[in-house]
T-cell receptor, first 114, second 113 residues
Framework: GDSVTQMEGPVTLSEEAFLTINCTYT??????LFWYVQYPGEGLQLLLK?????DKGSNKGFEATYRKETTSFHLEKGSVQVSDSAVYFC?????????????FGKGTKLSVIP | DAGVTQSPTHLIKTRGQQVTLRCSPK?????VSWYQQALGQGPQFIFQ???????QRGNFPDRFSGHQFPNYSSELNVNALLLGDSALYLC????????????FGSGTQLSVL
């Protein structure tokens, strides 16, 4: 079945540091790929998405490129802020029986210190 | 425009009891999915409802059941609670035919003692 593997945390960075969170996937076909963010005490929010190979999703300074050849979708940000502290989930969407369901990685907790 | 709302926000039950969680989808959405997020894990798909029927189901036992009402709201029921059912239960709504975009509620934190 489909699966998502992302780098384990926690990750602690100083403000303005560069962020990379690795994500690889296993799936049949060419699924859409997502990064979701979960702030403390809240549900999941879509951060960015990419629907086909070589697409780059971006939002709020975060970027991720859909790499079919390496089955990867790594999340990057050039300069993190304290407000970016959250748990980040990589996910893929599979289409079955006329609807989509998401398969998530285990999440990576990011803490940014001033 | 209200987003996805879930109730209650927190719940404490004991083993063997039954629980019902509720979800109101985002306005205009007709499809509701439920996910279980155990501590330190990513959300896992439980099932999805559309047109008041279960469309897809993940790898969860029959103790987990659901319902969707004509106004598209949904309930998740769990019978014979186990300690391992303690988790954050997330509801997500979407529009059938609207692609993969899901909107998540803040969840119900269930603790089974």
């Amino acid at each position: 079945g489909d699966s998502v593997t992302q780098m384990e945390g926690p990750v602690t960075l100083s403000e303005e540091a560069f962020l990379t969170i690795n994500c690889t996937y296993t799936a049949t076909g060419y699924p859409s790929l997502f990064w979701y963010v979960q702030y403390p005490g809240e549900g999941l929010q879509l951060l960015l998405k990419a629907t086909k190979a070589d697409d780059k999703g971006s939002n709020k300074g975060f970027e991720a490129t859909y790499r079919k050849e390496t089955t990867s979708f790594h999340l990057e940000k050039g300069s993190v802020q304290v407000s970016d502290s959250a748990v980040y989930f990589c996910a893929l969407a599979s289409y079955e029986a006329g609807s989509y369901q998401l398969t998530f990685g285990k999440g990576t907790k990011l803490s940014v210190i001033p | 425009d209200a987003g996805v709302t879930q109730s209650p926000t927190h719940l404490i039950k004991t083993r063997g009891q039954q629980v019902t969680l509720r979800c109101s989808p985002k306005s205009g959405h007709d499809t509701v999915s439920w996910y279980q997020q155990a501590l330190g894990q990513g959300p896992q798909f439980i099932f999805q409802y559309y047109e008041e029927e279960e469309r897809q189901r993940g790898n969860f036992p029959d103790r987990f059941s659901g319902h969707q009402f004509p106004n598209y709201s949904s309930e998740l029921n769990v019978n014979a609670l186990l300690l391992g059912d303690s988790a954050l239960y997330l509801c997500a709504s979407s529009l059938q035919g609207g692609g993969e975009k899901l909107f998540f509620g803040s969840g119900t934190q269930l603790s089974v003692l």
